[in-house]
């Protein structure tokens, strides 16, 4: 199918296709003694279904330019630094992205594409000249990709005159990659994105390095720190020996008289420093376990008793709460949202099942470890609306409604992959009700 096709001209192929289709079919179902090869041939028939209306006479698009000898150097250049561990940013050109898509695909397979970069998106298209087929000469297909929630999302596949749900996108085309040799490059150049930016004048890749990854990095605490993370533990000390153990421990019991201490004991040159020991002192406590096996000395508070601390009556949402707060406070905001997607993914395969309750936990503590740190005025504000609270609903929204509990076949059949429309959505609506809460108000 020729881009320059109008509609009508468009309309008529695809009227043509269809009755040649509807012929042939008629042709092998009709008489009643071949209604078991039909059965038999079944598998094959839909494949040549497919490839009737995704494989055209021509190509959708063509290079107007042959790569030279300093394009494919270029090219090999950008294709060997992207996803290189210690490579913590990549910006690339319209011609950039254009002269890598080019070598690329026609190192396997000889192509024509093009990509243009629009507002917020990325525009491909890509024709695959194949071997003679009684179908057509080109494998046609485009899609744009675009940023929703800090992810790549493709949407607007079309394959031939065949025209994808956006909802299955995504997966159609990862699941293509995945079954060619461009796979390994994939894994490698998609594995490890942190952000995505997509502007007029090109694309910028942020990946999560070795130090993003770096618990011991992140926290940093030197003597004057490490003194005020103790104060705070001590305080945690004489809260957990005042608590009923008739009563759950509930994190506001924690995060409040804490945050209260730090606004008597801070000023606005203090006031981050003192959020971010409040931060790592509760979530040593929360989380100790879980946090001791990456620091190279032991700082939980000693507490004669531990009892789990809670959200919404829940263990598990307070340990990602506090763990992501701690992490975002320290900088380390990519390795908190890392863990707490791959955590639930593994739970998905092997454990108790993907949760977006406990993913909104780790948005939430996101949201609260930012907020914590992001200016002194904005630090100060924090603990003053904390010193106040009454119970968690003040940091944390209602999410007990979200799916929870899904093996990875039920994930998958829902929601397809973390890339895809549904689960964004899902992301959008669990940060939009974070948003909503007063004590995240500028």
């Known amino acids: 199918m020729n881009s320059n096709n109008s509609p009508v001209e468009i309309s008529a192929i695809t009227e043509k296709k269809t009755r040649k289709l509807l012929t042939l079919l008629t042709e092998i179902a009709l008489p009643p003694f071949r209604l078991l090869f039909f059965y038999l041939a ?46 913590q940013t990549i910006q690339l050109s319209e011609k950039d992205l254009n002269i890598a898509l080019s070598y690329l695909l026609n190192y396997y397979i000889h192509s024509t594409s093009q990509i243009t970069i629009e507002e917020q998106l990325l525009r491909f298209k890509i024709s695959l000249l194949l071997p003679e087929n009684p179908f057509g000469n080109y494998l046609n297909f485009s899609f744009n990709l675009t940023k929703q929630a800090g992810y790549p999302v493709i949407n607007t596949l079309k394959i031939g005159s065949i025209e994808i749900a956006n909802e299955f996108a995504g997966l159609i085309v990862e699941n293509i ?88 004991r801070s000023n606005d ?103 914590a740190v992001a200016s002194a005025a904005q630090a100060r504000l924090l603990q003053q609306r904390m010193a106040g609270i009454k119970d968690y609903t003040a940091f944390m929204p209602e999410v007990r409604d979200l799916p929870e509990n899904m ?24 940060d939009h009700r974070i948003a909503k809460l007063p004590i995240y108000q500028p």
């Not at 990095?217 to 705070?232: D, E, G, H, I």
């Not at 549904?422 to 959008?428: E, H, P, T, V, W």
């Open 177 to 264: 990659i995945k079954y060619t040799p461009l796979k390994e490059f994939y894994i490698l150049a998609a594995q490890h994105i942190k952000s995505l930016q997509i502007q007029p004048k090109g694309l910028t890749i942020s990946y999560i390095t070795s130090d993003d990854l770096s618990l011991k990095t992140a926290l940093r605490l030197n003597n004057k720190n490490y003194q005020s993370v103790v104060l705070y533990q001590q305080k945690i000390t004489s809260i957990i020996a005042r608590h009923n153990p008739k009563w759950r421990l509930s994190l506001t019991e924690l995060l409040q008289p804490l945050f209260n201490l730090a606004y008597q």
């Open 42 to 87: 079944a598998p094959p028939l839909l494949i040549a279904i497919v490839l009737f209306y995704a494989v055209e006479n021509t190509a959708i698009t063509k290079s107007n330019w042959s790569l030279t000898h300093s394009d494919i150097e270029r090219a090999k250049n950008i294709l060997s630094n992207t996803g290189i561990k210690n490579q």
């Open 269 to 371: 040159i203090t006031a981050i420093a003192e959020n971010r020991a409040v931060l790592i002192a509760v979530s040593t406590y929360v989380n100790k376990r879980e946090i001791q096996a990456f620091i190279p000395f032991d700082i939980s508070p000693t507490t004669n008793r531990q009892y789990s601390a809670s959200l919404y009556r829940r263990t598990d949402m307070a340990k990602h709460f506090m763990a992501s707060a701690a992490l975002a406070a320290t900088g380390a905001g990519a390795l908190a949202h890392f863990l707490g997607q791959e955590k639930e993914l593994m739970d998905a395969k092997q454990g108790s099942g993907f949760s977006f309750v406990d993913l909104a936990g780790d948005r939430a503590g996101l949201r609260f470890g930012k907020t």
């Open 407 to 430: 093996s990875k076949a039920i994930f998958k059949q829902r929601f397809n992959s973390v890339y895809s429309t549904k689960y964004q959505a899902m992301l959008r609506k669990i």
